[in-house]
């Protein structure tokens, strides 16, 4: 049996990172998917990122207008990183051609004293 820190690891050997400084860089080019759960989004989110919890990812990605063209930018991030990572190998086995995953998650987000957005 494969424990969760070993998918994640493994995903990450498969998968682009970048760090919080690179998207905060990117702000407005990007698109920026948030794979946690509403709460944790309203309570504090990337500016202009949208929510799609991570269960749910598979389902909603194909009806999100964003998200019509396999060919757009994203990065994906989570609280530390390792959901996010999950995420970013499945929506490139959906076909996502430019998508990333966000190192360290909305906690190193914070840490680095990058701007903060609520609902």
């Known amino acids: 049996m494969t424990a969760a820190a070993e998918l994640v690891a493994s995903a990450k050997t498969g998968i682009r990172e970048i760090t919080p400084q690179d998207v905060s860089?990117?702000?407005?080019?990007?698109?920026?998917?948030?794979?946690?759960?509403?709460?944790?989004?309203?309570?504090?989110?990337l500016p202009g990122a949208i929510n799609i919890p991570r269960g749910l990812l598979e389902f909603r990605?194909?009806?999100?207008?964003?998200?019509?063209?396999?060919?757009?930018?994203?990065?994906?991030?989570?609280q530390s990183g390792g959901r996010s990572a999950l995420a970013t190998l499945t929506m490139r086995e959906l076909g996502f051609k430019n998508v990333v995953n966000m190192a360290g998650g909305y906690s190193a987000w914070t840490a680095s004293g990058l701007p903060v957005a609520t609902d």
Do not use: F, T
């Open 61 to 78: 990605v194909d009806s999100h207008p964003l998200l019509c063209d396999r060919g757009c930018q994203v990065v994906l991030q989570y």
């Open 25 to 45: 860089r990117r702000l407005g080019r990007v698109l920026i998917v948030d794979v946690r759960e509403p709460e944790e989004y309203s309570a504090g989110h």
